[in-house]
């Protein structure tokens, strides 16, 4: 497989795959103490983090308006849901964090190996294996070993 430096965009995306994978990490943990939630009366638009999920929200928080913390002692796990209160007046999304997460590191760890060097022994430049080479130059590429 051809090596190629990666571009600046790239270890971007890696390091940033990475901190989005720890922040789910903080996350999870901390939706298994507290439910925290924003809402915004005016829009009844709301969402926040809730035993182990992320969740969006129309009309659920009514008459709340701004940060909401609660104790999520007691409460229980919550999945994939999109659900509709039955006069229709809440609706939302609830997806659970450890999706997320497998999403997030699935696709960091995708990133971190497909820009992994070749091993030594192999081109540094193109990854050509260079075992019993001895003209010093890679055949492949024409790179200096
Ligand atoms: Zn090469």
Redesign the pocket.
């Known amino acids: 497989m051809p090596y190629h430096r990666p571009s600046r965009t790239r270890r971007i995306a890696k390091w940033a795959g990475l901190v989005a994978c720890a922040v789910i990490v903080a996350s999870w943990y901390v939706s298994t103490r507290w439910m925290i939630a924003y809402a915004d009366e005016s829009t009844a638009l709301g969402g926040g983090i809730d035993r182990h999920a992320l969740l969006f929200c129309h009309g659920l928080f009514t008459g709340l308006d701004g940060w909401h913390v609660e104790s999520a002692h007691g409460r229980r796990d919550m999945f994939l849901l999109p659900w509709a209160g039955s006069d229709g007046s809440a609706q939302g999304l609830i997806i659970p964090l450890w999706m997320l997460f497998v999403g997030s590191a699935g696709g960091t760890a995708w990133l971190w190996w497909r820009d992994r060097r070749p091993p030594p022994g192999d ?1 540094q ?4 294996d260079l075992t019993g080479n001895t003209s010093g130059v ?1 055949p ?4 200096a070993t």
Request: proline share 0%; hydrophobic share 10%; with cysteine.
């Open positions: 081109c430049a193109c990854g050509y890679c492949e590429c024409g790179e």
